[in-house]
């Protein structure tokens, strides 16, 4: 059974900087494409940016172009979500997911097309 959990939340001041993990247990990332999504409360969960498995190609919503980086470590069968320059907006809930075709399609930053979901980790940004 699939299984993954966020983690690396918390308070970060504007401007500051996070490293979020997505970890997988009782299976291989690597096989997988991974993304990132973010959802606040009242709003829509929002596609932040997704990893390919093979191809290691990374695709990036418009909001976080420039300042967030997704990388994998296979060895650690980790996904990680390096945040940059961070501004109160960022401020939700981070969930991973897994797109089990292994590659991140034309409907990447659609919600659906993930079959696995981790219980997210809270990001605050405030000064």
């Known amino acids: 059974q699939v299984q993954l959990a966020e983690s690396g939340g918390g308070l970060v001041q504007p401007g500051g900087s996070l490293r979020l993990s997505c970890a997988g247990s009782?299976?291989?990332?690597?096989?997988?494409?991974i993304a990132w999504f973010r959802q606040a409360p009242g709003k829509e969960r929002e596609a932040i940016s997704c990893i390919s498995s093979s191809e290691g190609n990374t695709y990036y919503g418009d909001s976080v172009k420039g300042r967030f980086t997704i990388s994998r470590d296979n060895a650690k069968n980790t996904v990680y979500l390096e945040m940059n320059s961070l501004k109160p907006e960022d401020t939700a809930v981070y969930y991973c997911g897994t797109e089990p075709t292994s590659w991140c399609g034309s409907s990447w930053y659609w919600a659906s097309v993930y079959d696995h979901w981790g219980q997210g980790t809270q990001v605050t940004v405030s000064s």
């Open positions: 009782g299976f291989s990332l690597e096989f997988y494409a």
